[in-house]
């Protein structure tokens, strides 16, 4: 599996972003998609996930309510969309894939990670 974020940037607080993840290699109706960030000093942590073939989907508390993380199969790309962004959202932000035949929001066993893309917001 294959991965490739997209759409960090520099944005004020209270503005959005949405970030892409490509996914290739491979039908992706077993998989979870999530993301997850690492802020400077700071251990990553899980943002959020989606179920491919169901579209069930999991959130930090941290980030609920503001982030919507959506997948649009016929692209195979996973989205994220992030509103009413805080300062404390500054951080690398990864996309990552999971493999499974059963899920029920679990932040661990993602085993395919892409390259992070860089979100700050300034307050």
């Known amino acids: 599996v294959q991965l490739q974020a997209s759409g960090g940037g520099l944005v004020q607080a209270g503005g959005s972003l949405r970030l892409s993840c490509a996914a290739s290699?491979?039908?992706?109706?077993?998989?979870?998609m999530g993301w997850f960030r690492q802020a400077p000093g700071k251990e990553r942590e899980f943002v959020a996930s989606?179920?491919?073939?169901?579209?069930?989907?999991y959130y930090a508390d941290s980030v609920k309510d503001r982030f919507t993380i959506s997948r649009d199969s016929a692209e195979n790309t996973v989205y994220l969309q992030m509103d009413n962004l805080k300062p404390e959202d500054t951080a690398v932000y990864y996309c990552?894939?999971?493999?499974?035949?059963?899920?029920?929001?679990?932040?661990?066993?993602?085993?395919?990670w892409g390259q992070g893309t860089q979100v700050t917001v300034s307050s």
């Open positions: 990552a894939a999971l493999r499974t035949s059963y899920y029920s929001g679990s932040p661990h066993g993602f085993g395919s």
């Open positions: 290699g491979r039908s992706f109706s077993s998989y979870v």
């Open positions: 989606i179920v491919w073939s169901g579209g069930n989907t």
